[in-house]
Antibody, heavy 122, light 107 residues
Framework: EVQLVESGGGLVQPGGSLRLSCAAS????????MHWVRQAPGKGLVWVSR????????NYADSVRGRLTISRDNAKNTLYLQMKSLRAEDTAVYYCARDPTLGATPGWFDPWGQGTLVTVSS | DIQMTQSPSSLSASVGDRVTITCRASQDISNYLAWYQQKPGKVPKILIYAASSLQSGVPPRFSGSGYGTDFTLTISSLQPEDVATYYC?????????FGQGTKLEIK
């Protein structure tokens, strides 16, 4: 079964740092592009970042560029999101998601992990 | 950046009704359009990709259409379990923008 499990969320003070992880199983992780998406409480889905299969190419939403860094360890089947200089507006559930198309063409997101909540507050 | 605009933002319909949600891209995105369903308290789930391709396991009462800038998601006969928020998303290139969502309720 294809599965994504996020961890690392929690309460952090404004200006602080946090690293999220997304453990993948049930598929060859190193073949797939991966994404992070966030959802603030009661709000809609917002795409955050994307990384290609070998980690050589990344993209970011303007709102997080320079503060959040996506990376992956294909040997550990794990995706990461390093978060620094956190703001109250970064408070959200963070989901990791897979692009199922093997990078041949741009793809949709499937599956999604269950999410991990990040709360930025003093 | 390309903007994705959904309408309506909320919708109330009766069981058995035909329901249509629209999504408009501010520029041509070909058919790089996906629809997701998010039930209350749950993880988003893919329904439709490539504008009109039904994801395996999704009931055939769901369908998608459109190309370029105008897209629709149709539920042919609304069921109680379809109560959810529906999102469109462009995935041709970054940023992979979502629409603002359409909250669907049963009347």
């Amino acid at each position: 079964e294809v599965q994504l499990v996020e961890s690392g969320g929690g309460l952090v003070q404004p200006g602080g740092s946090l690293r999220l992880s997304c453990a993948a199983s049930g598929f060859t992780f190193s073949d797939y592009w991966m994404h992070w998406v966030r959802q603030a409480p009661g709000k809609g889905l917002v795409w955050v970042s994307r990384i290609n299969s070998d980690g050589s190419s990344t993209n970011y939403a303007d709102s997080v560029r320079g503060r959040l860094t996506i990376s992956r360890d294909n040997a550990k089947n794990t995706l990461y999101l390093q978060m620094k200089s956190l703001r109250a507006e970064d408070t959200a559930v963070y989901y990791c998601a897979r692009d199922p198309t093997l990078g041949a063409t741009p793809g949709w997101f499937d599956p999604w992990g269950q999410g991990t909540l990040v709360t930025v507050s003093s | 950046d390309i903007q994705m605009t959904q309408s309506p933002s909320s919708l109330s319909a009766s069981v058995g009704d035909r329901v249509t949600i629209t999504c408009r891209a501010s520029q041509d995105i070909s058919n790089y359009l996906a629809w997701y369903q998010q039930k209350p308290g749950k993880v988003p789930k893919i329904l439709i990709y490539a504008a009109s391709s039904l994801q395996s396991g999704v009931p055939p009462r769901f369908s998608g259409s459109g190309y370029g800038t105008d897209f629709t998601l149709t539920i042919s006969s609304l069921q109680p379990e379809d109560v959810a928020t529906y999102y469109c998303q462009k995935y041709d290139s970054a940023p992979y923008t979502f629409g603002q969502g359409t909250k669907l309720e049963i009347k």
